[in-house]
């Protein structure tokens, strides 16, 4: 099983809908969490980190669910801008590498 | 403004050749790291560093070298032995080791002939 597991998508979505990603990960003694946004041939971005149960910034939420062992990005009224990979990233606190990447969702929004 | 660099953003290398990318902050940020990405897969860890002349390998460090001489740099050297070099490198740097508020650069595309 793979440390952080993403649906590679591709999410195709019409402007305005709501969309959700879901990011399962292995170690349940994970502490932080947060989701990137990269467009295509750019470098990530920091997009939210969440701490606690989950965390909300405009349109975008997300949700941790620590006894499911995944945490969710929920994203209102898509505009096409937000057109982009999400990558999930975990903070396993091993002691040795403690971040560990999702491979990425694909989001486009159509008009 | 505060940012992180790389350079060069392409590069062609023919096999054989050892190449050194790019990477300074000034963001006064400790840590640093290096990254690969593939299509297909997760971003994978080089080389990290925590502090200046103390640096480690991560997942992949096999063909690679690096440098922390000073704060705001943590240059990578892409060496023959690395049998699959073709890649997109990013560096990164965060205020706090494992932190996961990550700052990238614009990353290094890297093609070998």
């Known amino acids: 099983r793979k440390e952080v597991e993403q649906d590679p998508g591709p999410f195709n979505v019409p402007e305005g809908a709501t969309v959700a990603f879901n990011c399962t990960y292995s170690?349940?003694?994970?502490?932080?969490f947060f989701w990137y946004r990269q467009d295509c041939r750019k470098e990530p971005k920091l997009l939210m980190s969440?701490?606690?149960s989950g965390n909300e910034d405009g349109r975008f939420t997300a949700q941790l669910n620590r006894a499911s062992q995944y945490i969710s990005l929920l994203i209102r009224d898509s505009k096409l801008s937000d057109s982009a990979t999400y990558l999930c990233?975990?903070?396993?606190?091993?002691?040795?590498?403690?971040?560990?990447f999702g491979t990425g969702t694909r989001l486009t929004v159509i008009p | 403004d505060g940012g992180i660099t790389q350079s060069p953003k392409y590069l062609f290398r023919k096999e054989g050749q050892n190449v050194t990318l790019s990477c300074e902050q000034n963001?006064?940020?400790?840590?640093m790291y290096w990254y690969r990405q593939d299509p297909g897969q997760g971003l994978r860890l080089i080389y990290y560093?925590?502090?200046?002349?103390?640096?480690q390998k991560g997942d992949i460090a096999e063909g690679y070298s690096v440098s922390r001489e000073k704060k705001e740099s943590f240059p990578l050297t892409v060496t023959s032995a690395q049998k699959n070099p073709t890649a997109f490198y990013l560096c990164?740097?965060?205020?706090?080791?494992?932190?996961?508020?990550?700052?990238f650069g614009e990353g290094s595309r890297l093609t070998v002939l």
């Open positions: 990164a740097s965060s205020r706090g080791l494992w932190t996961g508020e990550l700052f």
């Open positions: 170690n349940s003694a994970s502490q932080s």
């Open positions: 969440v701490y606690s």
């Open positions: 990233v975990v903070n396993f606190q091993t002691g040795a590498n403690n971040l560990f």
């Open positions: 963001l006064n940020h400790d840590a």
């Open positions: 560093s925590q502090i200046v002349n103390d640096f």
